[in-house]
């Protein structure tokens, strides 16, 4: 746990290597789980920074740094208490970071860091005790099962047409689903949608800022993937 936090351009961030290292996760994984955020909300962009390592080769591969927000809302999906062990330790290591710049002097370090990291903890446990459906069926059916713009990419793909998630976005703006500027709302849906059922926008309370993100809902679920394969009865 040796530089749990460290000190990045004025400001505590941890990295991706050890969010993987803590939660025993693959690296590539926990990578792959930071571009999805980054991909479904411009504003995450800024919780997190590429940057390299150099593995035991001595070669440059590629990692993120990430703040607390940043940090917080990537957390909020690991459970167990590993999950709940590095949190703590988290808030421990930033407290005494705090402490050690209001001593020598210096600048400002967010605060509520431990309320932001409770938040996550409540939301991980709620996710945590939520169970699956056994069907795709009982899935698309279900308008409160809303899923990620990825994960459709991913069913659209199981039922014949292959995409992956960027090619899936990309297609959604062009189409007009979502929205195209390059602004807070980029990559958000369209209001007549959500009207229609299609999608839902999910909240994300992160200290004092909020994060939205698109889901597509059972009904969209079905809606998009007869668009695409045309396997699903009509909405």
Known sequence: MDNLVVMKNKEAVT???KVAETFSKNHRD?????????????AVKNMFKESTYKNNRNQSQPMYFMNRDGFTLLAVGFTG????????????????MEQEIKQNGGFEVPSNMADALQLAANQA???DELKPKAQFADAVSDSKNAILIGDLAKL?????VKIGQKRLFEWLRNNDYLIKRNALDHNM??????EQHLFIIKEHVVGTSVFKTPMVTGKGQ?????KFCGALAEV
């Open 81 to 96: 208490s590993k999950a709940m062990d590095f949190k703590l330790k988290y808030i421990q290591a930033f407290n005494q």
């Open 222 to 226: 079905r809606y998009f993937i007869d």
């Open 125 to 127: 446990r709620q996710i």
């Open 156 to 160: 659209i793909s199981q039922n014949g």
């Open 30 to 42: 926990v990578m792959k789980k930071i571009k999805n955020l980054t991909a479904q909300n411009c």
């Open 189 to 194: 849906p369209k209001q007549k949608y959500v």
């Open 15 to 17: 990295t991706s290597l």
